[in-house]
């Protein structure tokens, strides 16, 4: 075996190494597609706080809380708490118009989503006890909710005893505005029905993602410590670190606005791999040494998390990178490869070469077909609730999710030196109304 050969065969072994560790997905996608957990209707009805951070969302705070109000839940057991976070429009006045409780709190220096769940609940605590509420909901204020999402997280949370957080399925209210929208709903699809509602079945916790969750008011009975730039994976790793088991609701469902242009896209996506690598560079250590743990019950959660935490698009890319510069070694060591015959190999055919460029591009080709056969899948499977997408719509964002998901490594590459990443809003304009997502739905069911 020459040297270019045992280089692949060594870079092959620790590729196969990072798959295994993930291998484990695969059963939660199967479990997902084919199965899920329904929760009884429950009699008890509990008393929640439903948190809206909101900076300058005068343009869609309204639906949200119209949603609310519109639930078919005791709205006496109700209380809705915005605050109103370094906003220069209307939003406060406007939600205080519809009922809600209001904070308003201004502090350029404390700008994440984070902080204003800090100082929400630090008002809370003081001004009515976070103890006279037995849950709080968590969401952003360009969400809307399914009329029923109340009562089905409650039913899901009753039968957990209260003990567990509830997270939810999380749609998209611009689905079909334009391909960007498309490929962020996608994703978010693929994120409950590939990951969260396998895990659910076989008793692993899942994770939250953004908001659209429900928690025990035990859990921040002193406040919410949870402020960098992706606070949702901060939290969800702490949670199974503390063995507080996170659960899937599929019955509940809520709506949010996603980016519509690659600049914001690009952005957000960024700041998401910055906060995932500091929640990696602070919890990694405590996780691997909480799976060996003698007393640890939840040891497959942890394994799951730990893994889940690890940059592996980041770890990827560093390792195509490596294989490639010792590839390029390959005419030092062994004189009987050219560089014409390292490139392009001995034979210009592309499934029998053996050159660095043909065994890349067939390492990306048989990757492509993989992730459009998911996106096809996912509008089959979910074709219930994935609607308002035209057929060539679907067609792109079939042919574009593979370079949507592939850019990963890239992001996390940028995220990886922008030491100093700030906080920047995410602007929201869609203010589509539950009524007209409801009348979407049916229209899509009875065609």
Same mark, same amino acid.
């Given at each position: 075996m020459d040297y270019l050969h045992i280089v692949r065969?060594?870079? /092959?072994?620790?590729? !196969? #190494?990072?798959?295994?560790?993930?291998?484990?997905?695969?059963?939660?996608?199967i479990?997902?597609?084919?199965?899920?957990?329904?929760?009884?209707?429950?009699?008890?009805?509990?008393?929640?706080?439903?948190?809206?951070?909101?900076?300058?969302?005068e343009a869609v705070i309204a639906g949200l809380i119209e949603s609310i109000q519109k639930n078919e839940y005791p709205q006496d057991q109700l209380q809705?708490?915005?605050?109103?976070?370094?906003?220069?429009?209307k939003t406060a006045e406007i939600a205080r118009s519809l009922g809600a409780t209001v904070y308003e709190?201004?502090?350029?220096?404390?700008?994440?989503?984070?902080?204003?769940?800090?100082?929400?609940?630090s008002c809370i605590e003081r001004d009515y006890k976070t103890k006279s509420f037995d849950g709080f909901f968590l969401? /952003?204020?360009?969400? !809307? #909710?399914?009329?029923n999402y109340i009562s089905k997280m409650n039913d899901a949370f009753e039968y957990y005893n209260r003990e567990s957080v509830i997270t939810s399925y999380r749609n998209s209210k611009n689905f079909g505005k334009n391909l960007i929208s498309g490929l962020?709903?996608?994703?978010?699809?693929?994120?409950?029905?590939?990951?969260?509602?396998g895990r659910t079945v076989l008793g692993c916790s899942t994770r939250v993602q953004g908001t659209g969750y429900l928690i025990n008011s035990k859990i921040v009975k002193n406040g919410w410590p949870y402020v960098t730039l992706t606070e949702d994976w901060e939290f969800t790793a702490d949670q199974i670190l503390y063995e507080h088991n996170i659960r899937y609701c599929d019955a509940a469902v809520f709506y949010d606005e996603q980016p519509t242009s690659i600049s914001i896209m690009w952005r957000q996506r960024v700041r998401w791999s910055r906060g995932h690598l500091l929640v990696f560079y602070a919890r990694f250590k405590e996780l691997v040494a909480g799976i060996f743990k003698k007393e640890t019950k939840h040891r497959v959660s942890l394994y799951d998390i730990t893994v889940n935490i690890i940059p592996s698009p980041?770890?990827?890319?560093?390792?195509?990178?490596?294989?490639?510069?010792?590839?390029l070694l390959t005419p030092l060591v062994d004189k009987t490869y050219t560089w014409e015959r390292l490139f392009l190999g001995d034979s210009y055919q592309f499934f029998l070469s053996e050159g660095i460029l043909f065994n890349w591009a067939r390492s990306a080709l048989y990757s492509l077909p993989f992730m459009m056969l998911i996106a096809i899948?996912?509008?089959?499977?979910?074709?219930?609730r994935i609607h308002g997408v035209n057929p060539f719509l679907k067609v792109l964002i079939v042919l574009f999710f593979p370079i949507f998901m592939g850019i990963q490594p890239l992001i996390d590459l940028q995220a990886f030196f922008s030491r100093h990443l700030g906080w920047k809003p995410i602007p929201h304009s869609d203010a589509t109304k539950i009524e007209a997502l409801d009348k979407q739905t049916q229209d899509h069911i009875t065609e």
């Open positions: 065969l060594i870079m /092959n072994i620790l590729f !196969v #190494l990072l798959g295994a560790l993930v291998f484990h997905f695969a059963l939660f996608g479990v997902g597609v084919f199965s899920k957990k329904k929760y009884p209707k429950t009699d008890k009805i509990n008393r929640y706080g439903l948190i809206i951070p909101a900076r300058n969302e809705i708490f915005v605050v109103a976070h370094n906003c220069t429009d709190y201004n502090n350029p220096n404390e700008c994440t989503m984070g902080y204003a769940f800090k100082y929400l609940f969401f /952003n204020a360009d969400n !809307v #909710l399914d009329k962020y709903g996608m994703y978010f699809a693929v994120g409950c029905r590939l990951e969260s509602r980041l770890i990827l890319l560093f390792l195509q990178i490596l294989q490639f510069a010792l590839e899948g996912m509008f089959i499977i979910e074709r219930r």
